[in-house]
């Protein structure tokens, strides 16, 4: 590996390799240090990513897409994510549509699903925490508040 990743109390994902390292946060803090320079290190915070090549300095963090960065774990990651971006990752994934009543258009979720996981559990979960309601609509899904 080319780089030391210390747990600072969180969930994070890395791909490790031998050319690079990359971690992304999603909850807590993460110190990223190349492996040769251990006190050359940059710290997450959540929602950002950060990359050690081999041989060089960690990459100033960046936010990012949990959901699209994390995709290899097999699942979703919400995090303050409105809504609209949730249910349009969910339609994609699913190839479903999903949409919501314009009483919906301003909240934002927070959460983690496995990709496994039923579209209809997702959106009940979802549903529950927003106090909004699941209906079929044609072939796919509609929240409503």
Avoid: K, N
Avoid at 105 to 124: K, V, Y
């Amino acid at each position: 590996p080319t780089a030391l990743t210390t747990v600072l109390g969180t969930q994070f994902g890395v791909q490790a390799g031998d050319e690079a390292t990359e971690v992304v946060l999603v909850s807590g803090r993460v110190a990223l240090a190349p492996r040769a320079v251990p006190e050359q290190f940059v710290v997450l915070e959540p929602g950002q990513m950060s990359r050690v090549a081999a041989g060089a300095l960690p990459a100033t963090p960046v936010a990012v897409d949990l959901s699209a960065a994390l995709a290899w774990t097999g699942q979703f990651f919400f995090r303050a994510t409105p809504l609209p971006e949730a249910l349009a990752q969910l339609s994609d994934h699913y190839g479903v549509p999903v949409t919501y009543t314009p009483a919906l258009a301003d909240e934002a979720i927070s959460g983690t699903f496995e990709h496994e996981q039923p579209l209809e559990e997702i959106l009940q979960a979802l549903a529950a925490t927003l106090g909004a309601e699941v209906r079929r609509q044609g072939t796919g899904y509609v929240l409503v508040r």
